[in-house]
Structure formats: structure tokens, C-alpha cells
């Protein structure tokens, strides 16, 4: 696990060196163990190493055996024995025993296409001196980060965005990535929240060409399971494939921890664990001082860990430990984030990674078998729509009655309607924050066309309806929220996190298992709970999904309403000119102390403003960054 970068045919009269340098420097939370890099003329590539598998020999970057071809790579290889023993048979010859030189082997025997044999998760760069080609490949659900941008002649790529930041021009804010921000809580998308920076895709392959094309390829793997079986089998074979993926997760040379909430999810994590390791493994949860989320969490989870003997570390965050988590938690996860389970999220990192270099996390699990709440909203639609004629619903929805925004939806298509969860700031209450200029910008933008557009791509490779919503949440949610502020969060205390859920053989399962295997007279992660019942406490397993608690509105109105209102109604956020103060001191004035949306959407534009401050603005070094609010 580390932190990669690099520059690749930028002018080869420049060095690219102190470029390189400052990239890495920023990267150096990712890889506090060491540091390997390579340079040519107009090429500068690097890494920043935490070292997990083969400590001492696993030093990067790889080379293949005449050094034409180079590689680092950030993650985890699962599969690499096997693929290692194929190389080896085929000739090629290893320099150590890490699991992520058999990128370069691999490279060698098929091109372009080697990251179709791997099964991890990764960020690879490789570069092949002979064709003057880069390639940067990501794992197929996001979870390893890698982005890129053009840099005059050439192309510049690392793990985080700071690190970009750091070499050539700091870039105009991206109004549409800003819009995309505020409704799904984070800047969904290829492009980021910056000008001219973009993420690689999950799944893709970027290669940028000798002669300066840059194409981008999807990854195909081959599929692991082809369904059509019953209900009793479907559960046998679940419980079998997610017992081999978290034993695949285990690998390495240092102990492991595992990120317990009080459900299902995490909850089987920690059981297939444990019953690989023994009395090897520690567990870690947290809840709030202050507000009663602690309490039934903390039994909860208590309950799991002792049956299987698994020490536990209950974490307690008083408003003091939000304040100061709440500073530094965008400026960690280096792109703005709205989402308040990071702050629980952070703290529980903060204190894991005194003990353990890795932890396992049950995330992915909801958007693979339907675990959030409105997954059968399309049942109820259907429903209505064959009780209630369409001119009714139509008289009903404009109208001011009880059910005319059931009726709104019953009028569109589940495509049209469906822009997955997690939304804050939606339309017209997004375009009346927007200053006059801004608002013009955007005038013809539909962020929510990004989760239309995952929902037919979805249909088009053959997955029905459910399936569709949970593409759209995988692709619009899962990659660039979810899976973005763990390894963040993590990272930012040389801590690698692990999903075991989004192993290929798991997902591909879950890929071709029928709605009805999901969602179950209401119920969501249908199958899944019935693999829980069979392991865990009945608390546990029959328990509602509920994830990190994380108490924002009580918060933002209470312990924390000074700092939220001094950030976003102070000179330096009114001269932004982004948004109306009247309509940002309006959602202040709005926050009352209760679970609400207004409080999640006063915390979206929060998080913004200190990562602006934190990030943005101090890789661009104006005043607005020495400002207070560091990180």
C-alpha cells in the first residue's frame, strides 16, 4: 500500500525532479516506510511505501528484467501466488516475493490488457521506455484512488489531488464538478472539483501514447459465477465465497484489525476472521459522548466481539474530539467531502493505527445486496401506478395533497427518478444558493444526468431494475464517496483499509443473483442476513442498517454552530462568489438541534469551505489559507 506519482514526456530538456519531490512529499501520510523513484529525461515516477507484504524485499518501482518496463503500484494483489507461479513457468524471473511485481511480468505477456488478470485492488502506473507509453489502471469498483492531468507536452498522475496540486498551475474551480457536489455530497464523476483534473474510472485503463494520444479502455474480467440457483444454495455458496475472500484479505506480514459497527455487515467481517486467525485479531468501533448513540452501538458491537474473543476498542467522541476531527477530516481526504460519518470514521482510524497497520471494513456490502433504506420505493410506485389511473396521478401531483410527490414519481421512469442516495442541496434550493453569475453557468447543467446515464448502462449490460439502482450507487456513491474517504481517512494514518465484500468472486455473485435474493418483503440484504443468522449474535443479525452514527445536526446547532457560522459567513467565503449569504445564513438560521436534512446540508457547505481554505487555497497560497481552520 503506498502513495504513487509521476510525470511522464514532459520536455526532456526539464527536469522534472523537484516536481516529482514535492508530489511525493505530499503523499508522505500514504507511505511512511520509504520511498523509490525513477528518472529519465522528461519522465519522473515515484512512490511513497507502507510496507505490508515482503517489508524488506517488496521496495518499488518494479522492473522487468531488461528494465524497459516500469511500474509502481498502489494496493493489494490477491491472486498474485498464482499468477507469480505462471510467470515463473513462462521464464520470467521475480526480484523479491510482493505481491504487486507481477505487474511488470504480467505487462510483458499481454500488453495493455494485463490488468484483466489481476484480482485486487490497485492503482497502477506503469511505463514502457521502448514505446514511450504510460498506463494507469485502476481496480474494477474504485477503490483505490488514481487521478491524472495534462502537463504542457506531458501527463502528471498521482493518488491524491494535493499532489497534483503541487506541480504546474493551480487550476480554476469546476463549477459543474461544484453542482455535482452539492447534490450528491461529493464531486461524483471523472472530473474532479478542479479544472483539467480528472479521476481514471473504475475498471479503466488510461494509456497516453508516444505520439500523445491519450485513450482510455474498459477493463473485461472473466466472471466467476453465472447463477440459477435456489435460495438454500444461493446462501451456502455466499457464505463460502465471502469466508474465502476476507481469508484472501488477510494477507500480509503485520496484524489486522477489523472496523465494527453494530450490523450485519462488518459483523461477518470480524466472524470469518476470527476464524482464520485465531485470537490474532483486534476490533474497533466508536459512538458519540453526549447525545445516547453510544449506547445501543456499543452493546451491540460488544456483543459480537466477545463471540469470537476478539479484544474490542469502544471509542468515545466527545464534541472536543468532533471539533478537532471535523478540522482535519477534509483536509485528509483531500477532495471535498459532505458526508458526516467521516467524522466517526476519522476518529476510529486516528486510534486503530496505534495498534495496526491494516483493518478490514464491511463497506461495499449495501451497494451489492440493497442494504440502504428506499430500495423498494419502485415496488410502491408500481403499486399506486396500477391502483390509481395516470390522470389522477397527474391531477394529484400538482396538487398540494397528502401522496402528490408519490404520484410526481409514479409519472417518471425509475431511470428519470433514481439518482441513488446520499443527496443534500437538490433543485430549487441548489440553484437559489448559487450567486447570480454562477447560477448562469450552470444554467444548462443536470448533474443528476451522471446517475441516468449508470442507470441505462446498467440495463444495457443485461441487470434488472434493482440491479440498475444499485449500479447507479455503486458507480455515483460506492467509487467517489465511500471508497474514497476510507482510503483517505485511513491513509492519512499510514493505515490500509480492506474490503473483503468487493472481492470479484463476491461481487460477481451478488452481480448475478435475482432482486428477489435481495430484497425481501421490504427487507433489504435479504440473503445476506440469512448468512448472518447462521453466525452471529441474533442482535446483530437482525439489526436495522445503521453504519458509524454520526449526530451533525445536534452538533452543527450546538457545540460546533460558532465554527460553522463564523467559516461560511466570513469575508474570505462572501468573496468566493459562489453563493448568497442570505441563502447560507438562511440554512443556518433553519438548524434547530434534530436529525434533519437541513442540518446534513449546512455540513455539505461546511466541509466545502474548510477544504477551499485547507486545500485549494493553500496549494494556491493566498491569504484566505493562513486564515485559521488549519488542519
Known sequence: MCGIAGIV????????????????????????????????????????RLAIVDPVGGAQPFYSEDRRVIAVVNGEIYNHAELRRDLTRRGHQFAGASDAE??????????????????GMYAVALYDTARRTLLLARDPLGIKPLLWRT????????????????????????????????LFRTAVGEETIVEGIHRVPPGHTLLRHGDGRIEMRRTLRPRTYAGGISPEEAIE???????????????GDQPIGVLLSGGVDSGLVL????????????????????????????????ATAEAY??????????????????????????????????????????????????????????????????????????????????????ALAESRLPGRGLAARSLKSLSDRYLGIGMSWQDPERQALYQPEVRLSLQDHRPGRLAAEAFVAAQADGHDWLGAMLQVDRRVWLSDE????????????????????????????????????????GQGKWLLRQVARRHLPQEAALRR???????????????????????????????????????????????????????????????????????????AGTDAAREGYGS
Open 482 to 521: 465511500a471508497l474514497l474517504k476510507l482510503d483517505r481517512l485511513t491513509m492519512s494514518f499510514g493505515l490500509e483499509a480492506r474490503v473483503p465484500y468487493l472481492d470479484g468472486e463476491v461481487v460477481d455473485m451478488a452481480d448475478a443473483l435475482p432482486w428477489t435474493y435481495k430484497l425481501h418483503d
Open 102 to 119: 507481477v505487474v511488470v511480468h504480467l505487462y510483458e505477456e499481454r500488453g495493455a490488457s494485463f490488468a484483466e488478470e489481476i484480482a
Open 237 to 251: 455458496e455466499l457464505d463460502r465465497r465471502l469466508g474465502q475472500a476476507v481469508e484472501r484479505h488477510l494477507q
Open 271 to 302: 466472524h470469518y476472521a476470527a476464524k482464520a486467525m485465531g485470537g490474532e485479531l483486534k476490533a474497533y468501533t466508536a459512538g458519540f459522548a453526549g447525545f445516547g448513540d453510544e449506547g445501543e452501538e456499543f452493546t451491540v458491537t460488544q
Open 545 to 619: 442498517k445503521r453504519g458509524f452514527p454520526s449526530p451533525i445536526s445536534r452538533l452543527l446547532s450546538g457545540p460546533l454552530r460558532d465554527l460553522a457560522y463564523d467559516a461560511l459567513t466570513d469575508e474570505t467565503a462572501r468573496s468566493r462568489g459562489l453563493f448568497e449569504p442570505a441563502a447560507v445564513e438562511a440554512a443556518l438560521g433553519r438548524l434547530n438541534g434534530r436529525p434533519s436534512q437541513d442540518g446534513r446540508m449546512v455540513y455539505v457547505l461546511l466541509a466545502l469551505e474548510l477544504w477551499l481554505r485547507q486545500v485549494y487555497d493553500a496549494a
Open 309 to 394: 474473543g476478539v479484544p474490542l476498542t469502544q471509542l468515545v467522541v466527545d464534541s472536543r474530539d468532533a471539533e478537532r476531527h471535523l478540522l482535519a477530516l477534509n483536509f485528509d481526504i483531500d477532495e471535498p467531502n459532505g458526508d458526516p460519518t467521516a467524522l466517526p470514521l476519522r476518529a476510529v482510524a486516528e486510534r486503530a493505527a496505534q495498534d495496526v497497520p491494516v483493518v478490514l471494513s464491511g463497506e461495499g456490502a449495501d451497494e451489492l445486496f440493497a442494504g440502504y433504506p428506499g430500495y423498494d420505493e419502485p415496488l410502491v410506485v408500481e403499486r399506486f401506478s396500477r391502483l390509481v389511473p395516470r390522470m389522477l396521478r397527474q
Open 151 to 182: 502537463l504542457g507536452r506531458g501527463v502528471a498522475f498521482a493518488s491524491e489531488l494535493r499532489a497534483l496540486l503541487s506541480c504546474g498551475n493551480v487550476p480554476a474551480l469546476n463549477l459543474k464538478a461544484l453542482d455535482r457536489y452539492l
Open 9 to 48: 514526456e514532459r520536455d526532456p530538456r526539464q527536469s522534472a525532479r523537484d516536481e516529482l519531490e514535492r508530489m511525493l512529499e505530499a503523499l508522505r501520510h500514504r507511505g511512511p516506510d520509504d520511498e523509490g523513484t525513477f528518472f529519465a529525461p522528461g519522465v519522473a515516477i515515484g512512490m511513497r
